[in-house]
């Protein structure tokens, strides 16, 4: 009876050592190691609000991980109430569930950001071109529809963009960016309509402040803005110089023929430019123009300014 025993607790002990091993290698199969579909260079982009089930479901679908079921039970364990991060992620090479796990409940997208330098006084389709240079996969005829109506309030800076960035995305950074720059300032609608025209109009901010004191001046008289800068904005073209027939173009831009501030500032001014607006320089000055080199001369009747244009021919 014993020696049949012995062969019984054997197989048993076999039985019990093939099960452990089974089952071992069916666990490290699913938490440490990755599909063999696993594809490479995948890009998966976790929309805001996806749920973990959601984004487990996502994952299993693009190869990325074996079973959503334990992905879920991972990201609730790694990641708390948080879960997992919307963001854009890229997998270069293929990972295990923990790798991968870890990496969207921490926001780890193993993207190297873009550097875009937005310049002060870039319109919002001076603004979509930069961007598409830089950034290759980015909707510029998007960005110009939607960022339309923030023009102006898109604030001139240096950032740092992922290169598969949204439309949506890029316009709430510049407008986040632009309310904490100007903190603090009564900026209103009409002072960045202003910004934008001075900053076209001059460069250093003691003559944006006494242009933007000329401009107030003309506004309170009744008397017509006309400000060449506009119709570079009508033209949609970076520099123009506007012929007397364009002095009389149809548009309610057109300061010659409209009197006071045009419906939406022109540009995207810079915070020298607000802050210009914001604090004019009061004369008895009427009028300006630049020369060539720069140099501006102030005219307090339309006779001073007529010489004063002799002067730069």
């Known amino acids: 009876m014993k020696r049949l025993l012995l062969p019984l607790k054997k197989k048993n002990f076999l039985f019990v050592v093939g099960i452990a091993t089974f089952g071992f290698l069916m666990l490290y199969m699913l938490f440490f190691s990755a599909p063999a579909a696993h594809p490479d260079n995948a890009i998966i982009e976790i929309q805001k609000g996806s749920s973990i089930r959601t984004v487990g479901t996502l994952l299993y679908e693009e190869g990325i991980i074996r079973s959503p079921s334990l992905f879920s039970l991972l990201a609730r364990v790694m990641g708390g109430e948080t879960g997992v ?18 990496r969207l409940t921490h926001g780890i997208t193993d993207i190297t ?47 740092f963009f992922l290169p598969a960035v949204s439309p949506e995305k890029v316009i709430e950074t510049m407008k ?24 076209k109009e001059a460069r250093q901010t003691e003559t944006r402040r006494m242009i933007a004191g000329i401009l107030w001046r003309r506004i309170l008289i009744g008397m017509p803005l006309q400000v060449d800068a506009v119709f570079g904005y009508i033209h949609n073209r970076p520099t123009f110089h506007p ?12 300061t010659y023929t409209h009197k006071g501030l045009p419906p939406t500032p022109i540009n995207n001014p810079g915070l020298d430019a607000i802050q210009a607006a914001l604090t004019p320089i009061k004369s008895s000055y009427l009028y300006y123009l630049t020369d060539q080199e720069g140099n501006i001369y102030y005219g307090r009747t339309f006779e001073e300014h007529v010489a004063n244009r002799a002067k730069t021919k």
């Open 85 to 102: 991060l919307h963001d854009v992620y890229v997998f270069s090479e293929k990972e295990n569930l923990f790798s991968v796990t870890y």
């Open 113 to 159: 950001p873009v550097k875009v330098t937005i310049p002060e006084g870039a319109t919002v389709r001076e603004i979509a071109q930069i961007l598409k240079q830089k950034l290759v996969l980015f909707d510029d005829a998007m960005f110009i529809v939607l960022a339309k109506k923030d023009e102006g309030y898109l604030f001139p800076d240096t950032y």
């Open 176 to 199: 986040e960016n632009f309310a904490k720059r100007t903190l603090g300032l009564l900026v209103t609608k009409d002072t960045l309509i202003m910004a934008s025209l001075l900053e």
């Open 243 to 254: 012929s007397f027939t364009d002095l009389e173009v149809d548009s309610p831009y057109n």
